[in-house]
């Protein structure tokens, strides 16, 4: 990418015995979303906290707007942080908060000046009004925002949220989830954004890099991700898959649900066979289908506004979801502690392999 | 609702019957004893007796001695002096406790290590300060052995410097303790915040961090001064009687049975500690940050 306005180039870090970030390199380019989706200890806040600054590298280089940054102190960098507690000042009031930089910062503004620039930036947060409550009188989405406006008073040229949404209730989430896209579209910022959600992950970025042990195990736009997984590890933490484990020989995948012709596989260290929540079908016990079939026991559903999830457990303990989406028909109801079929169609089937080609 | 309203009278009753131990063991032990201490101090003391009868011969005779209205002023001279003296000792000690260090075991054991002279007893704690300070004590020798002195230094022991020094050291962990308490409250992001948004050490130390242990330094005061304020022991241990605090005074006029004068004193310095508590708690408002 050659308008790549920051790049990661074999970035490691280690605590002790623990790699926390291994080899890790990335291009960005100018006003893009990226998110990283990792769980916990995958390695996403050293990976943000290093690009801030907050933490330096082992090996490897930063390169921010052409130069190197690795040794640069934070402060000097130029980047913006949110953190994920927002890390407020907590005595002073919102618009001491966003003034801050401003004021205190590398290159103090005039004291009208920093005025000026804070009100309009709580303005744009949609906090006009609110400039002088104390920041422990304003609720959580509004800490959140007084968070984003003090970071983008400085007017970075890079932004780095820190699981910005994790502290919200899931109503907040999602407005705010929308706000942060606008506000980025509207100054044209690059957002990193690191998140243990998947659904936010695949919402929110215009690309996603999943992480792992400290490695990027994939980067791709969402759909990219969603549609083809490069690996196992990536199908687990997207959270929408049934994963069982078998062997794949001769195009032909041997596993719990029998064995199924494999029109085509991804490499991979082992053996996995993924089928999406939502591309499992329920089937009476004694109805009789080709193609895999796994028999399971139904053990209860959740609804979630837009669908229903469905969990079976099968004879060898594991458990398996089926989503139904209510835009395609009623549900139909399962008797607990029943026996079903459950099947798929095994085009739809995502197939890692030892002996893929 | 009806549940709330019916919860309330229940609430209030309990409320009471919580605070009334400590209602009557306060009314017992300070409001009694105060109201004693204000009674007496008009009583008529006469050399070998004293009656109930009301003077203020006392009062007048507190107003118009030097020697009384001086060991005001000494009392009040070394309470700031000592204040000043833990606050620029225990300030910085604090802040290295409390933040600087990152480990949380080791900060614990820091602290313990302020409070292991408390395994002694308090006059133990005054007394080992003559050796120290005294004209062939471990300081002067020292320092003649290290040729920095010809002469010994004389006003090391027995002076004011000598309950200065004695008093930073004993009471020094009451303001440590508080501040670094505050400090340890501090989220370390914040102050990650505000070095990304440019701020240098000086400023994020005057804007963020000293306000923020402010608390702790005003409770650490208190405790240095109703202390500081009430002390007898050091100054007699250690000023070879040379500094009157109030303290002593009560404690010489109690020796000879003189009641009256030892409750005008005992009443002034009430009222002086009084308005310094009054005064540190309108610099901030500790219900909010307790």
């Known amino acids: 990418m050659e308008t790549a306005v920051f790049r990661l180039d074999g970035v490691t870090k280690r605590y002790g015995d623990l790699l926390a970030l291994d080899q890790v390199t990335l291009d960005v380019g100018v006003n893009e979303y990226v998110s990283f989706l990792g769980p916990s200890g995958s390695g996403k806040t050293t990976l943000l906290r290093v690009i801030a600054g907050f933490e330096a590298p082992d090996t490897g280089r930063v390169f921010f707007e052409g130069r190197d940054i690795t040794h640069l102190p934070a402060h000097e960098r130029g980047i913006g942080f949110v953190f994920q507690n927002f890390a407020l000042f907590p005595h002073l009031t919102v618009r001491q908060n966003v003034g801050f930089g401003l004021a205190f910062g590398k290159n103090p503004l005039p004291a009208a000046e920093v005025d000026r620039r ?231 089937a995502i197939v890692f392999g030892r002996e893929a080609r | 609702m009806s549940d709330a309203t019916a919860s309330v009278p229940r609430k209030d009753n309990t409320t009471r019957w919580l605070l009334l131990p400590g209602i009557i063991w306060m009314a017992l032990f300070l409001v009694t004893p105060i109201l004693m201490i204000v009674y007496v101090s008009f009583w008529t003391q006469t050399t070998f007796n004293i009656s109930s009868d009301p003077t203020l011969a006392s009062w007048k005779q507190f107003f118009s001695s030097d020697t009384y209205i001086g060991s005001l002023w000494t009392t009040i001279r070394i309470w700031l002096i000592v204040l000043a003296t833990t606050f620029i000792v225990g300030y910085p000690t604090a802040l290295f406790v409390g933040l600087l260090v990152k480990s949380k075991t080791l900060s ?100 963020i961090i000293f306000p923020l242990s402010l608390p702790g330094v005003v409770v650490g005061a208190i405790f240095v001064s109703v202390m500081v304020l009430g002390e007898f022991a050091t100054s007699g241990a250690l000023s070879g009687r040379k500094v009157n605090l109030l303290g002593n005074i009560i404690v010489t006029q109690v020796g000879s049975l003189k009641w009256a004068m030892a409750s005008v004193v005992g009443v002034i310095l009430t009222v002086v500690m009084g308005i310094v508590i009054a005064g540190f708690l309108r610099i901030v408002d500790l219900k909010r940050e307790l």
Not at chain 1, 144 to 151: D, E, G, K, P, S
Not at chain 2, 155 to 163: D, H, I, M, Q, R
């Open chain 1, 118 to 348: 804070s009100a309009e930036m709580i303005a744009m947060v949609g906090l006009a009004g609110m400039e002088d409550r104390g920041v422990d009188q304003i609720s959580g989405g509004q800490r959140q925002r007084v968070a984003l406006a003090r970071t983008l008073a400085m007017q970075p040229k890079l932004v780095l949220l820190d699981e910005p949404l994790g502290a919200l209730d899931a109503n907040l989430r999602g407005r705010m989830r929308n706000e942060l896209r606008a506000i980025r579209e509207r100054l044209g910022v690059t957002f990193l954004h690191v998140t243990g959600s998947e659904n936010e992950a695949l919402a929110m970025g215009d690309r996603v890099v999943v992480l792992d042990r400290g490695r990027i195990i994939q980067s791709g736009t969402s759909d990219e991700i969603y549609d083809t997984p490069a690996s196992p590890d990536v199908a687990h933490y997207l959270n929408r898959f049934n994963l069982f484990d078998g062997t794949l020989a001769d195009g032909q995948f041997r596993g719990q649900f029998g064995t199924v012709a494999v029109p085509g596989a991804r490499r991979a260290a082992r053996d996995v066979y993924a089928v999406g929540y939502d591309r499992m079908r329920v089937l009476p016990l004694s109805s009789s289908a080709d193609g895999p079939k796994l028999k399971a026991t139904f053990v209860a559903s959740e609804y979630l506004g837009s669908s229903i999830m469905n969990f079976f457990e099968v004879d060898g303990g594991g458990v398996v979801e089926m989503e139904h989406h209510l835009s395609l028909g009623a549900p139909e109801t399962y008797a607990p502690k029943q026996d079903y079929l459950l099947t798929w169609n095994p085009e739809h």
């Open chain 2, 108 to 207: 614990t054991v820091l602290l313990v290590i302020c409070v292991i002279p408390f395994w002694t007893s308090f006059l133990i704690r005054v007394l080992a300060w003559r050796p120290m300070l005294g004209k062939e004590g471990a300081i002067n020798i020292i320092l003649l052995k290290v040729g920095i002195i010809q002469q010994p230094i004389e006003v090391l022991l027995f002076t004011e410097l000598s309950v200065i020094i004695g008093m930073t050291q004993i009471y020094c962990v009451f303001m440590v303790g508080p501040i670094a308490f505050m400090l340890a409250r501090i989220d370390r992001n914040i102050i990650e915040a505000a070095r990304d948004l440019g701020a240098g050490f000086g400023r994020i130390f005057w804007k």
